[in-house]
């Protein structure tokens, strides 16, 4: 069920333009725009009777881009806020002086049923 939910995130991010690349994790010598999200580890999860009854894992969706004011700024946020069983958090925005890219970071949290 874990692998099916992290799935729609990222059909999600891929269905914003064919113009951004979409990789899970990090990919070597990506052209801008481009969007790396990632699971980071469990959130807070909740247990019945000796087991896991609720996971909660959380991770990152990264946008790095060279255009200031990009639109798919608000596209990112679009799909992060109407993902069933997600929420998330805008984390930063930072300049990179050695790449000359802007990078947005959003942390998203996933709660689910029986792991």
């Known amino acids: 069920m874990l692998q099916t939910k992290l799935k729609i995130l990222r059909d999600a991010l891929v269905g914003i333009s064919n113009k951004i690349t979409v990789c ?3 990919r070597a010598n990506l052209k801008a725009p481009f969007i ?3 699971e980071d580890g469990e959130a807070e999860s909740l ?5 896991k009854a609720e996971q909660g894992i959380y991770g990152t969706v990264d946008y790095y881009t060279k255009t200031e004011y990009d639109p798919a700024f608000d596209s990112i946020q679009n799909v992060l806020n109407n993902l069933e069983d997600f ?3 805008y984390e930063s925005t930072e300049y990179e002086d050695d790449t000359g890219l802007i990078h947005h970071t959003w ?8 792991p």
Do not use: C, I, N
């Open 107 to 114: 942390e998203w949290r996933l709660r689910y049923g029986t």
């Open 47 to 51: 247990g019945a009777d000796g087991h």
């Open 24 to 26: 899970h994790y990090w």
């Open 87 to 89: 929420s998330f958090r």
């Open 36 to 38: 790396l999200w990632q």
